[in-house]
Each structure stands twice: as structure tokens, then as C-alpha cells.
């Protein structure tokens, strides 16, 4: 299968930007994702960007996809202490399981003020 | 709207108990998920269910069986619960098909085997 790497943990200072890293094996990837967890909480999905795309923006999120290098990155602009908790990286493969996403093992974001 | 809804939220079990985490959703989706996360493993997927009637195994799925006798609901049972099977276990559910499949969770189910 699939796999996802992304480094474990990340701190910045309140109001600089966060940069997530996320490594995926799978060329034939379709979509990828980043999906958030708060403490105590299931994941939340906060932005996919689909394989033919190279950069997604939504707001304080800038998505930034190298397909080449097989590599994803999640730009968190002017970080808030709110913005503290796991991000999960993850890609939808091709294949027979249609629908199976493959998750990192997730990055830890701490924002100290 | 509920969403994707979990029960019970925790549970303490003994070693060689069974028990079933139930997921139910409202969305009318096609796909439904059984995760497990522990600390530094990420999220691993133990079963699925790409509709009504049908399950496929995950990563880790021995110790577990499941059933999706409805669409809306996919249970989890362990049969003879186990100290390794100590975890936070994730339900999800998707609309399915080749578009974007985003997975929408529930908050999760803490189950502690002892």
C-alpha cells in the first residue's frame, strides 16, 4: 500500500506561519488531503486538492502540491494559538479500493504566544 | 445534523470480554470506515464497507470482525477483547465513487482492555 510520511512535531511563535510537511509513495495519487485533530476530537477535514493541481488556497491555507517530487505541503498563515493540534496528511490512491485514504502518522502543531 | 455518531464514547474492558462500537450516520453515504489511533501510529484502518451488505478487511484487521447489515450503520465487534486492542477507535463515512471522497468522522470511541 501507500505510504505517507510527515514529520511528528512542529512549534511556532503566535502570529508566524507553519509550514507541515508530507511525503507520499504513491504516483498514481488522486487527491490528498490535510485534516485536522483537536484534543479529545475525531479529524476534521480542512482542504484536499485534487493530483492536476499545483497550489489550493483557502484563506490563512495555502496547499502547495509538487507531483514530481511527490511531496505536500500545508502553509498555515499568521498561526493562532487556536490553530495548536494534529495534522494529518493523506492520499487517495488508484487501484481496486476505491475511497481508501492513506494517513500519515500525523504532525503535532504547537503555538506558543 | 448528527453527522457520524460513535457509541459508547468509552469503554473498560477485561481481557477475553466482547463488545460491539457501534457507528451510526446520517448522510446517506455509501463508504463507511473502522480506524484505530494510537500514539505515533497515526490512523490505521482495521475494516470497510463500501455499501449495504458488504465489508473488506484494512491494515489491521485481525481480532475485529464488522457488519453493515444497514446502510447507515457499520458495527465493530471484538470478540475476545485483548490488552493490545487498547486504543481510540475512529468510525468515518464517505459518499464514495471518483470525486474527492471526503471522510467525514465521528469523535472517536476510547476503549481500554485490561
Known amino acids: 500500500g501507500e505510504d505517507v510520511e510527515q514529520s511528528l512535531f512542529l512549534s511556532v511563535r503566535e502570529g508566524d506561519s507553519s509550514v507541515i510537511n508530507c511525503t507520499y509513495t504513491d504516483s498514481s495519487s488522486t487527491y490528498l488531503y490535510w485534516y485536522k485533530q483537536e484534543p479529545g476530537a475525531g479529524l476534521q477535514l480542512l482542504t484536499y486538492i485534487f493530483s492536476n493541481m499545483d497550489m489550493k488556497q483557502d484563506q490563512r491555507l495555502t496547499v502547495l502540491l509538487n507531483k514530481k517530487d511527490k511531496h505536500l505541503s500545508l502553509r498555515i498563515a499568521d498561526t493562532q494559538t487556536g490553530d495548536s493540534a494534529i495534522y494529518f496528511c493523506a492520499s487517495r490512491g488508484r487501484g481496486s479500493t476505491l475511497g481508501r485514504l492513506y494517513f500519515g502518522r500525523g504532525t503535532q502543531l504547537t503555538v506558543w504566544p | 445534523n448528527a453527522g457520524v455518531t460513535q457509541t459508547p464514547k468509552f469503554r473498560v474492558l477485561k481481557t477475553g470480554q466482547s463488545m460491539t462500537l457501534l457507528c451510526a450516520q446520517d448522510m446517506n453515504h455509501e463508504y463507511m470506515y473502522w480506524y484505530r489511533q494510537d500514539p505515533g501510529m497515526g490512523l490505521r484502518l482495521i475494516h470497510y464497507?463500501?455499501?449495504?451488505?458488504?465489508?473488506a478487511k484494512g491494515e489491521v484487521p485481525d481480532g475485529y470482525n464488522v457488519s453493515r447489515l444497514k446502510k447507515q450503520n457499520f458495527l465493530l465487534g471484538l470478540e475476545s477483547a485483548a490488552p493490545s486492542q487498547t486504543s481510540v477507535y475512529f468510525c468515518?463515512?464517505?459518499?464514495?465513487?471518483?470525486?474527492?471522497?471526503?471522510?467525514?468522522f465521528g469523535a472517536g470511541s476510547r476503549l481500554t482492555v485490561l
Open positions: 468515518a463515512s464517505s459518499l464514495g465513487g471518483t470525486g474527492a471522497n471526503v471522510l467525514t
Open positions: 464497507s463500501v455499501g449495504e451488505g458488504t465489508t
